[in-house]
């Protein structure tokens, strides 16, 4: 029964790891399309979020299978369920690159970011290939040094999205009122995507100490 | 023991209740807070986001507790987990009336929202309160026909979104930039608000029928 447990356990883990590595994927996907006005990139974005919301089914199938035919008890059971949380932070950043990638489309054959917003746009889109690679590392060694780098990165984060609006609701911004909104949008996009890896983050640390750093 | 499980679950159901009558308290406070630029009123939505997420944090426990204590399988085991996606869903429509309500703040002494635009947010916060109502009642009365027409009122937000968007992108826009990211992330806000109700009532849909809407 134990070693059952732990292969089952086992298994959800990698699914998570998938599913850190395909939201990974599909934001950095999501953002040259952005940047680049790539019709084709921006619809596979689109396209490939179905995968990911199948790996999430299959995670919550396994969860639900685990706790039926295992029944596990105490810090058992507490991982069990972590993984549901972890799985649905992850489900939601998949969804937010997603919405970048629909931002990229609805300005095609123009570019929804202007060349003087490409740069600020470009780090946030790094940070949050960052956060998400070592969210991806994080699942796969419950390195917990990593997981309380990710606070640091989404302050990082939150620098870049008050540098985005300072550009546009500055005196020299010149793309008007529709260029704004968007930019202020997808700023919403990668900080929101970066704090659901913070909060994934978050629930390793509680599965590693016990401990709830909310 | 299945008396047992039963009483449990009805308490989890009464919590998720607590939650969705808080939810709605709050965006309704939200919105007077924002339209009237009430500052007290505002500061009052943000303190008690607090009393939400400690609701859900009861939910979480006694969802915890009951599959240590009963281990429960099938149909049961799947209400308990859905109890728990209900409540995710919930806590973020308290987050974002609380959004909302520093929406408020960051513009005080102003009005965040020109009077032009207060019809339509009105309007907004009028369908996100319909929703809020209606999801209580659907946990409440597991009432699919409820449930059913939460996708209805959900389409009235998003045409009232496609309206807003016209005012601020439309020619006749004098209020600059600012205001009119103020008011697409505030639309946004709401927007987010009727799709969490909308996955929660998916979620009582898929408990009482077994079939997934999505």
Do not use: C, W
């Given at each position: 029964?134990?070693?059952?447990?732990?292969?089952?356990?086992?298994?959800?883990?990698?699914?998570?790891?998938?599913?850190?590595?395909?939201?990974?994927?599909?934001?950095?996907?999501?953002?040259?399309?952005?940047?680049?006005?790539?019709?084709?990139?921006?619809?596979?974005?689109?396209?490939?979020?179905?995968?990911?919301?199948?790996?999430?089914?299959?995670?919550?199938?396994?969860?639900?299978?685990?706790?039926?035919?295992?029944?596990?008890?105490?810090?058992?059971?507490?991982?069990?369920?972590?993984?549901?949380?972890?799985?649905?932070?992850?489900?939601?950043?998949?969804?937010?690159?997603?919405?970048?990638?629909?931002?990229?489309?609805?300005?095609?054959?123009?570019?929804?970011?202007?060349?003087?917003?490409?740069?600020?746009?470009?780090?946030?889109?790094?940070?949050?290939?960052?956060?998400?690679?070592?969210?991806?590392?994080?699942?796969?060694?419950?390195?917990?040094?990593?997981?309380?780098?990710?606070?640091?990165?989404?302050?990082?984060?939150?620098?870049l999205e008050r540098q985005l609006y300072t550009r546009i609701l500055g005196p020299d911004w010149k793309h008007g009122v529709e260029a704004a909104v968007d930019a202020a949008l997808l700023g919403r996009f990668y900080e929101r995507y970066a704090d659901h890896a913070v909060n994934a983050g978050r629930?390793?640390?509680?599965?590693?100490?016990?401990?709830?750093?909310?």
């Open positions: 029964m134990r070693e059952e447990f732990r292969a089952d356990l086992y298994e959800v883990g990698r699914l998570l790891v998938s599913m850190a590595e395909a939201v990974r994927t599909a934001m950095g996907a999501a953002t040259t399309a952005l940047l680049s006005a790539d019709k084709e990139g921006a619809e596979r974005v689109v396209a490939r979020d179905a995968e990911i919301n199948a790996i999430f089914h299959s995670v919550e199938d396994k969860v639900l299978r685990l706790l039926a035919q295992q029944a596990p008890v105490a810090s058992d059971l507490r991982m069990v369920i972590t993984s549901l949380h972890i799985g649905t932070d992850l489900e939601r950043m998949g969804d937010l690159a997603e919405h970048v990638a629909k931002s990229a489309l609805r300005r095609y054959p123009g570019v929804a970011v202007p060349a003087e917003l490409a740069g600020v746009v470009g780090q946030m889109a790094n940070v949050a290939d960052r956060i998400a690679g070592k969210i991806t590392l994080v699942l796969a060694s419950r390195d917990l040094e990593r997981a309380a780098e990710l606070e640091r990165d989404d302050d990082d984060m939150d620098e629930h390793v640390i509680y599965l590693v100490t016990g401990e709830s750093e909310k």
